[in-house]
């Protein structure tokens, strides 16, 4: 019999989703905070400006501590997560997320709310990992791993669709506190839920190797320095020092990193477990769709409201193809997983992500027909490739390292965003003369716009396709590995 850590028997799997509807209603609500919380705020940002009178600097890292944080200990809270209980991590985060939003009633000034969105980074870099790993415990059929990944995925994209509205429309009644003491009665139902619909770990999964702290601090320093680098570049230009100052200590950092747990006894990440075929295959593809995806985003934005002069609101109606198929597209993804398997749905997925991207980059400039045509493209390759590739990383590592695999998911494509829109941002400050914000482009400037877009478009088709092509070699050997295990191997594997 299993025994849980807390020292009670595992139950037995559910056999569907409705069986375990009050463990993925907890697990859906901490994802729904997570991609919820970012967007909409966003549209608050002018009001806590006049309120707390805060600086353009002050504004960047209310946001910005959130995601730096957040994205910095999310290995470190994983190792500890798959040491010490994922449910209970989980609870500790969801607690800290509820008193830390609550907290925000009491703010008075912005160097307070920066503290306070640093405490929520602390609470999801905690949480947001332990959802995708508990969802893909809480099933043994894979079937059921993905309809339960591609379930809580989806109510976090409602939120991150819904955000901006629904912050837009809060804000014309209520005072800016309001958006994030929304998350007090959400935290509390997914504590709830995940307290008594979510069983505890089972002791035997749970691994007790000793914490690779000296790993575990370079590792924060090397992702916290690559996520801090990309904001540099854009805001301060790539002639300045300092994000080159940045962008070497993320480079020193990870080149250390790499030699401190090849050389551990108790690495924090066992990079034998990340080379794994299914393993690395898995975190490219993901590190392909987040760089593919931020750099189109970030210059559809640009060319519709500033090269096309579109008003924002506008501009926001022309994304609607990518929110539509980011949401509609759920009811597709386990369909198409099922017809065409793990391996094949993963690097489909991903080469449309590369073929919507060189549309934009060869044809976006004709029309917004063709915008459009990319943007459906990425979002469709990418609805599929966030489940697929995440759910690979995790078949392929043992059960007790799934937590620090979800991750390592999550990081690569933070990670990814980040550099996607680093590159765009750094090729068109250097291709553009002149303020690219000003009004009244010259038809110089207009003719340098456009001929940045492409070319930055170029560069990261050039770079996700590499990815891709790459991922796909792994997953390759992946295949013939598994063609090759005996039956009996089979049958042990998928217990795991």
Known sequence: MYVTDDGAAAPRSPRSLRAAWLALTGLSAVFLIEMLDNSILNVALPTIGRELNASTTSLQWVTGAYSVVFGG????????????????????????????????????????????????????????????????????????????????????????????TVGGLVLEIAPWQVLLLINVPVAVLAIVSVRFGVAADVATDLHRDPLDVLGAVLGTVTIVAALLAPTLFEHQGAGSTIPWGVTAVAVTGALTFVLRERSARYPLIDLELVALPLVSSGLAFKAATGLATAGLGYLVTLQLQLDWGWPPALASLGMLPQVVVLIAGSAFVNPFVKWAGFERSAWISAVTVVVGLAVYALLGSLGYIWVAVALVLVAAGMRVNGVVAGTNVLRGLPENRTTIGAALVDTSSEVATGVGIAATGTILAAMFTGSIAASNWSPHQTAEFRQAVTIAALTITLVAAALVGWAITRTRVASRAESRTTPVALDSGSER
């Open 73 to 164: 200990l999310m290995l470190v809270f994983s190792a500890m997560a798959d040491r010490f209980g994922r449910r209970r991590i989980m609870l500790i985060g969801l607690g800290l997320l509820g008193i830390s939003s609550l907290a925000t009633a009491f703010v008075a000034s912005s160097e307070q709310l920066i503290a306070v969105r640093a405490a929520m980074g602390i609470a999801a870099a905690m949480t947001t990992p332990g959802s995708m790993a508990l969802a893909f415990r809480l099933f043994k059929d894979d079937e059921l791993r993905v309809r339960a990944i591609t379930l809580i995925s989806t109510v976090g994209l409602v939120g991150l669709a819904i955000g901006p």
